[in-house]
């Protein structure tokens, strides 16, 4: 049985099927510190994943979560897929026996959708500890809340009712979001990251794909991971959202180094939270450069405050604005 607790469902019409769940899960609020790790665009069963996934393991992460591009090239098409096993539970599954309580919460990249994307939700059904009840879902840990979102609808217009229906279930969210102490928002696709990945044509976030983050995501939510870029680095704030990207699960290009983001959370002050980059060598060995500093002693920069944004008559024409000429 998995630990997350079905809350409650949203349908979006009577005629749509039932999504965007939301989840609790408060197994983690007598911990003193939560880690909560992050990364993506692993699949290409490469010595990089390797030793990521080595380095994962050690890292004894509460819970992890994987930014999209789950399996290269093309996805997967069943849970019989062979490249499923080789790219994907050959590397992640060992994470599992020195920690039985973790789970692994999974978003859907581009490279997802070019297979069946909808076979993830049978191997989530299959094996508990992989978390994906569907494309778009929250789960709140008690007062930090992520919501996993599938930017690919609007990368690739090519599913209207799934494009429309995830922006339906976001503005229903956003009530529930009042709750949260600190709001996290997960997708594939990232916002800007421009320039960091030298083998992709990459500008940052356009058309579609823009207006839905700069509306939806940026501004609103505290934090927003994503991966595509296949690098690991913080990308600034914009309107009060710290843009984190971590897309380095398989494989770095040009001079980007390998890593993953660990977002430090202590549920006795669930109003913040700290992050830190961690690179690994070709050893390969974990060079964290926050090493023996705690959430506490963080430097400014690597602290994430609680950033609050109303929902009151003047954000609403804001967004109208962007929406607009955006």
């Not at 790219?87 to 859907?108: A, G, H, R, T, W």
């Not at 997708?187 to 800007?192: E, G």
């Not at 927003?224 to 690098?231: C, K, P, Q």
């Given at each position: 049985?998995?630990?997350?607790?079905?809350?409650?469902?949203?349908?979006?019409?009577?005629?749509?099927?039932?999504?965007?769940?939301?989840?609790?899960?408060?197994?983690?609020?007598?911990?003193?510190?939560?880690?909560?790790?992050?990364?993506?665009?692993?699949?290409?069963?490469?010595?990089?994943?390797?030793?990521?996934?080595?380095?994962?393991?050690?890292?004894?992460?509460?819970?992890?979560?994987?930014?999209?591009?789950?399996?290269?090239?093309?996805?997967?098409?069943?849970?019989?897929?062979?490249?499923?096993?080789?790219?994907?539970?050959?590397?992640?599954?060992?994470?599992?026996?020195?920690?039985?309580?973790?789970?692994?919460?999974?978003?859907?990249?581009?490279?997802?959708?070019?297979?069946?994307?909808?076979?993830?939700?049978?191997?989530?059904?299959?094996?508990?500890?992989?978390?994906?009840?569907?494309?778009?879902?929250?789960?709140?840990?008690?007062?930090?809340?992520?919501?996993?979102?599938?930017?690919?609808?609007?990368?690739?217009?090519?599913?209207?009712?799934?494009?429309?229906?995830?922006?339906?279930?976001?503005?229903?969210?956003?009530?529930?979001?009042?709750?949260?102490?600190?709001?996290?928002?997960?997708?594939?696709?990232?916002?800007?990251?421009?320039?960091?990945?030298?083998?992709?044509?990459?500008?940052?976030?356009?058309?579609?794909?823009?207006?839905?983050?700069?509306?939806?995501?940026?501004?609103?939510?505290?934090?927003?991971?994503?991966?595509?870029?296949?690098?690991?680095?913080?990308?600034g704030k914009d309107e009060g959202t710290r843009m984190?990207?971590?897309?380095?699960?398989g494989q770095v290009r040009g001079d980007n180094k390998?890593?993953?983001?660990?977002?430090?959370?202590?549920?006795?002050?669930?109003?913040?939270?700290?992050?830190?980059?961690?690179?690994?060598?070709?050893?390969?060995?974990?060079v964290d450069e926050s090493i023996e500093r705690q959430?506490?002693?963080?430097?400014?920069?690597?602290?994430?405050?609680?950033?609050?944004?109303?929902?009151?008559?003047?954000?609403?024409?804001?967004?109208?604005?962007?929406?607009?000429?955006?």
């Amino acid at each position: 049985m998995k630990v997350l607790c079905l809350i409650f469902l949203i349908t979006i019409c009577s005629c749509a099927k039932p999504k965007g769940s939301i989840f609790l899960d408060e197994s983690l609020k007598q911990e003193e510190n939560v880690k909560f790790c992050f990364t993506g665009d692993m699949g290409m069963d490469t010595p990089h994943q390797q030793a990521i996934a080595d380095a994962l393991k050690r890292e004894k992460c509460h819970r992890l979560f994987f930014l999209g591009d789950l399996v290269y090239p093309k996805g997967i098409d069943s849970v019989e897929d062979e490249e499923l096993t080789t790219k994907f539970l050959s590397y992640y599954e060992p994470l599992f026996e020195d920690n039985p309580n973790l789970f692994i919460n999974l978003v859907l990249g581009n490279h997802d959708h070019k297979g069946k994307p909808e076979a993830w939700k049978d191997i989530s059904k299959k094996n508990d500890h992989f978390f994906f009840p569907d494309y778009y879902y929250m789960v709140d840990y008690g007062g930090i809340c992520f919501v996993a979102l599938d930017s690919s609808f609007y990368y690739y217009l090519n599913d209207v009712f799934e494009t429309s229906a995830q922006t339906s279930w976001l503005q229903g969210l956003r009530a529930r979001l009042k709750k949260c102490d600190v709001k996290v928002a997960m997708t594939h696709h990232p916002f800007k990251s421009t320039g960091h990945d030298p083998n992709d044509d990459w500008e940052g976030a356009e058309g579609a794909l823009k207006v839905f983050l700069d509306s939806y995501v940026i501004g609103t939510f505290d934090i927003h991971f994503a991966g595509h870029v296949h690098a690991v680095f913080d990308d600034g704030k914009d309107e009060g959202t710290r843009m984190l990207t971590s897309g380095a699960g398989g494989q770095v290009r040009g001079d980007n180094k390998p890593g993953y983001i660990v977002l430090n959370w202590q549920p006795s002050n669930p109003k913040r939270v700290g992050y830190v980059i961690k690179y690994i060598d070709v050893v390969p060995t974990i060079v964290d450069e926050s090493i023996e500093r705690q959430e506490d002693h963080l430097e400014p920069e690597h602290i994430i405050n609680k950033y609050v944004v109303e929902s009151g008559i003047f954000n609403n024409i804001w967004k109208i604005i962007k929406s607009v000429f955006y």
